[in-house]
């Protein structure tokens, strides 16, 4: 069993900062990409950002520039630091993860259950 947990949602002001983070935990071999996602009411889910292994970033067009993903291997963690946020930055977020439960196994996509994020005066 893998488990996925969110945590760090809330609410904020318009321009204010908040700061996800996301635990992997359970039988894991290896964790390759690691994602943050996000979906509005009414919307489909989409991606925020992205980490591999080694560091390297993606980011979604309407975050870039504000929002920060990094990751502690050792850790099998990863944030992300949310900075002049919107209202339309408004979302259930998602953590993902690519992992292998052995060295044998094919690699599994875990997702989190989400937490919320409300950015509102």
């Known amino acids: 069993q893998v488990q996925v947990v969110e945590s760090g949602g809330g609410l904020v002001q318009p321009g204010g900062s908040l700061r996800l983070s996301c635990a992997v935990s359970g039988s894991i071999f290896n964790i390759g990409l690691m994602g943050w996602f996000r979906q509005a009411p009414g919307k489909e889910r989409e991606l925020v950002a992205d980490i591999g292994s080694g560091g390297n970033t993606k980011y979604g067009d309407s975050v870039k520039g504000r929002f920060t993903v990094s990751r502690d291997n050792a850790k099998n963690t990863m944030d992300l630091q949310m900075n002049s946020l919107k209202p339309e930055d408004t979302a259930v977020y998602y953590c993902?993860?690519?992992?292998?439960?052995?060295?044998?196994?094919?690699?599994?996509?875990?997702w989190g259950q989400g937490t919320q994020v409300t950015v509102s005066s």
């Open positions: 993902n993860a690519d992992v292998k439960r052995s060295r044998l196994s094919t690699w599994w996509v875990e």
